[in-house]
């Protein structure tokens, strides 16, 4: 029997009929104190109407392939004998972004490199005599060097990207800045054939640090091949 909306506590097959989740999971889940019930007079479990949001939590953090252990940890950071609210529910999703960003990178990693070397060593395809050569990427340990984000947690720094030493002028040694040959400096004024005209996205690329035009222009496809 569907319980109705306003039900404050569910049985066990209600529980399992909103949820999707079948009876012998929901014990497990409780037996490896995922969520928890009370029991009535008669012995039979009721669950507070939030255990909804706990197992829906559950599966799809088991859809991704997290552990339940991990799950559980979660879990035990909202509070106990009341109701998590939105706030409780923030506070573990702060506490656990840097575990689902890490599995994000990894998911898109196994996406979009799969079909490049990824550093296995196993050298079988025509990319890895130029990304892995002679496996030399065994020398720094065990695994996929490449795509594991256990052992590569950041994507590698495309290389027109990397600083580049100042060197001389093309025409010549530096000269000293001067005053102007035909009297004081003048100050900067529109161009002479028309309204300023607004930056380019180039442009402004161009003027950032280093460091912000790596992030504004590399994307995932510039770390490829390093």
């Not at 104190?33 to 479990?45: C, D, K, P, V």
């Not at 695994?143 to 594991?148: E, L, S, T, V």
């Amino acid at each position: 029997m569907t319980a109705p909306w306003n039900a404050k506590e569910l049985t066990v097959g209600q529980l399992s009929e909103r949820s999707g989740v079948a009876v012998s999971a929901l014990h497990f889940y409780e037996a490896k104190g995922l969520i928890s019930s009370r029991r009535t007079a008669g012995n039979q479990r009721r669950y507070s109407r939030d255990t909804l949001r706990r197992v829906a939590f559950v599966r799809l953090a088991q859809r991704i392939g997290i552990p339940l252990k991990t799950i559980k940890d979660a879990l035990a950071e909202l509070p106990e004998g009341r109701t998590p609210t939105r706030g409780d529910w923030a506070r573990l999703s702060a506490a656990w972004r840097t575990e689902l960003d890490d599995r994000i990178e990894q998911l898109l990693r196994l996406r979009d490199d799969l079909t490049d070397c990824i550093g296995c060593g196993c050298l079988s395809l025509d990319r890895c005599v130029l990304a892995n050569p002679r496996d030399e990427l065994g020398e720094e340990g065990p695994g996929a060097r490449r795509i594991d984000t256990h052992l590569r947690p950041f994507p590698c720094t495309p290389a027109n990207d990397s600083p580049r030493e100042a060197g001389p002028p093309v025409n010549g040694s530096p000269r000293e800045a001067g005053p102007a040959a035909d009297g004081p400096p003048r100050a900067a004024g529109p161009a002479a054939d028309g309204p300023p005209r607004e930056a380019g996205r180039g442009e402004l690329v161009s003027g950032l640090p280093s460091e912000a035009r790596s992030a504004s222009g590399a994307g995932r496809g510039g770390a490829r091949g390093c």
